[in-house]
């Protein structure tokens, strides 16, 4: 069965970056684009990114461009976020998701908790 | 961008009653529109995509419909588990958005 497994909680002071791993099983790593997407606390869910694993390429929503990196490793079928110059802004749970039928995110890692503090 | 607006933001209703949850975008996003269940302290979980598509395993009292701008999640008999905060997202283009979010709590 397919599982994406993440990392878990970090916390940053502000300026600091994290790096976030979601560990994927149960499929072909490459097969799949992976979005990733966070929700702050008591707040909605916001979209970051989608990543192809297969050739690595990535397309950032607009708030996050250049602050945000993914890259993977296929030899464990893992992607990491990057997210750099952390502000109290970015504390929230991040989640790695996998698409599927109609680009929908069809399955979701269990969440990592970024905590921005100084 | 393009802009997923839900309403309600809330409702209340009892054991059950029929839902409905409206979602539209602000252009024509055919049927990339998908929903999300959200539990408190949890990951979310599809439901619903490509607009009526049932995700397995989702019971069969949820459904959805809709194509363009305007998209409805109805549940038709409202069971204690599903109390909880729905999403809907389009998957048209990027970025990606999310509707606000409708809490579903217990009348």
């Known amino acids: 069965q397919v599982q994406l497994v993440q990392s878990g909680a970090e916390v940053k002071k502000p300026g600091a970056s994290v790096k976030v791993s979601c560990k994927a099983s149960g499929y072909t790593f490459t097969t799949y684009y992976m979005d990733w997407v966070r929700q702050a606390p008591g707040q909605g869910l916001e979209w970051m990114a989608k990543f192809n694993p297969s050739g690595g390429s990535t397309s950032y929503a607009q708030k996050f461009q250049g602050r945000v990196t993914m890259t993977r490793d296929t030899s464990t079928s893992t992607v990491y976020m990057e997210l750099s110059s952390l502000r109290s802004e970015d504390t929230a749970v991040y989640y790695c998701t996998r698409e599927g039928f109609g680009e929908s995110l069809y399955y979701w890692g269990q969440g990592t908790l970024v905590t921005v503090s100084s | 961008d393009i802009q997923m607006t839900q309403s309600p933001s809330s409702l209340s209703a009892s054991v059950g009653d029929r839902v409905t949850i409206t979602c539209r975008a602000s252009q024509s996003i055919s049927s990339y529109l998908n929903w999300y269940q959200q539990k408190p302290g949890k990951a979310p979980n599809l439901l619903i995509y490509t607009a009526s598509s049932l995700q397995s395993g989702v019971p069969s009292r949820f459904s959805g419909s809709g194509s363009g701008t305007d998209f409805t999640l109805t549940i038709s008999s409202l069971q204690p588990e599903d109390f909880a905060t729905y999403y809907c997202?389009?998957?048209?283009?990027?970025?990606?958005?999310f509707g606000q979010g409708t809490k579903v709590e217990i009348k």
């Open positions: 997202q389009q998957s048209y283009s990027t970025p990606r958005t």
